[in-house]
């Protein structure tokens, strides 16, 4: 079982940048390949990033390529998301999730998410 807990986020200008943690409980945490989607108001939640158990092969959605970056450390339970450049258009709740095997980009793939922080970017 491992749950998930974000946190860091909060209202910023275009242009600014905010960087989003996400705390998980469990032993296996290091083991598991970890993500952040995102969801707008009216829209479907959509894959935002992911990283691999050791914290290779990240992939980043092309909306958020150059901009955003996806770190883990494993020491600490916790995956980060440091976003910059923000766009109005960024304006979503963000998840965390988790997975322990071969996971695409569908939410539903994942084996756990958290209950999100809102992040908002004014214009």
């Known amino acids: 079982q491992v749950q998930l807990v974000e946190s860091g986020g909060g209202t910023v200008q275009a242009g600014g940048s905010l960087r989003l943690s996400c705390a998980a409980s469990?032993?296996?945490?290091?083991?598991?390949?970890m993500g952040w989607f995102r969801q707008a108001p009216g829209k479907e939640r959509e894959f935002v990033a992911r990283?691999?158990?050791?914290?290779?092969?990240?992939l980043h959605a092309d909306s958020v390529k150059g901009r955003f970056t996806i770190s883990r450390d494993s020491a600490k339970n916790t995956v980060f998301l440091q976003m910059n450049s923000l766009k109005p258009e960024d304006t979503a709740v963000y998840y965390c999730?988790?997975?322990?095997?071969?996971?695409?980009?569908?939410?539903?793939?994942?084996?756990?998410g958290g209950q999100g922080t809102q992040v908002t970017v004014s214009s």
């Open positions: 999730a988790a997975s322990s095997g071969i996971v695409g980009a569908a939410w539903r793939e994942w084996d756990y």
């Open positions: 469990g032993r296996t945490f290091s083991s598991y390949t």
């Open positions: 990283i691999g158990w050791n914290g290779g092969s990240p």
